[in-house]
């Protein structure tokens, strides 16, 4: 939508529930003067100032921690980097999809950070380890390109179908993602280990390469491709 | 099904199933636009020799893709366990009946 120079109001319509309090979720629409170049977040931000019951996750502002994933307009996405002129208005807010609402756009998202946690999110070495660095080739460093950025906003793993049916089995594009990362890096010795472990019907192989994780990703990364190196690299192990 | 079946090996066999059915497909229909068989004896003549074998396999071929299919689809969203089985038992009862109806049909066409 073409924004002039100055100030314009804009509708939002914003997903609002205390669960302690409320009975049921609502949406509860707002009024916002959107200036040029302004993020989704400092709408937020403005809402707040007006109704300080409101309440959203967020920090650096800037695309960097992953704390501010929300879902607007039926899409997931950072609102720190989402600019508010590419929104169609009434611009609905809601939480992330699937997860535990705590507060308004506050989710738990406990479940996703076990996942991540499960795949074991460190290098293992079967070696001790040397006095210095472990050297990797520029080749070998290129592998963790479109991996190691991950933020964990957690924008792939909750708008996947396959997460919203299986949550607790099914490990999630997020968790796979960082999977991928420790098995296509040189320098980790537990690559048999890892794929032994996404082994069986539901981590790793729920996926069905619907590509919604990758149409979300506010890094651009590509969690299909990863889950798709996952599983040429088990049939490589297999045959 | 062992550990092994249910994952990795049940994901290449949908592949290999499907390039399989591709293929078959493919050909039968240019198959049948080539040379259409004008009568019933020759329509059972395709069925005989190699052919039956092809045929047989393909019937296989449908059916184990159908199930994989079928699986996935209770996996993802029949989650009570009586529920989740007797789905299963259904569908994969109602599979093999059909590779079973499917063998007859082809073997009694190869051999008339
Ligand atoms: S490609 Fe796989 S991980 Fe990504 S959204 Fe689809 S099912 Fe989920
Ligand atoms: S892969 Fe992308 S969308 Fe998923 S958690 Fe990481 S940064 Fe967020
Ligand atoms: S506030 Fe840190 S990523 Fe948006």
Redesign the interface.
Known sequence: MAQSLGREPMKFEIYRYHPETDSKPRMQAYEVEVERGMMLRDALLAIQAEDETFAFRHSCGEGVCGSDGVNVNGVNCLACTTPVSELKPPVQVRPMPGRPVIRDLVVDMSQFYNQYQSVDPWLKRTEPNPEHEIRQSPAHRDQLDGLYECIMCGCCSTSCPSFWWNPDKFLGPQALLTAARFVLDSRDQATAQRLDALEGPYKLFRCHTIMSCVEVCPKGLNPTRAIGQLKAMMLKDAV | MS??A???????VQRLTAIYLGGFFIYLIVAVLLDPPASVELWRARFGGVASVAWLLFVLALCWHAWIGIR?VV???IHPPVWRLSALVAFGGGLVACALWGFKIILLAAGG
Do not use: H, I, K, N
Request: hydrophobic share 40%; net charge negative; charged share 25%.
């Open positions: 550990r092994q249910s994952g990795l090996q049940a994901w290449a996935d996996l993802d969203y």
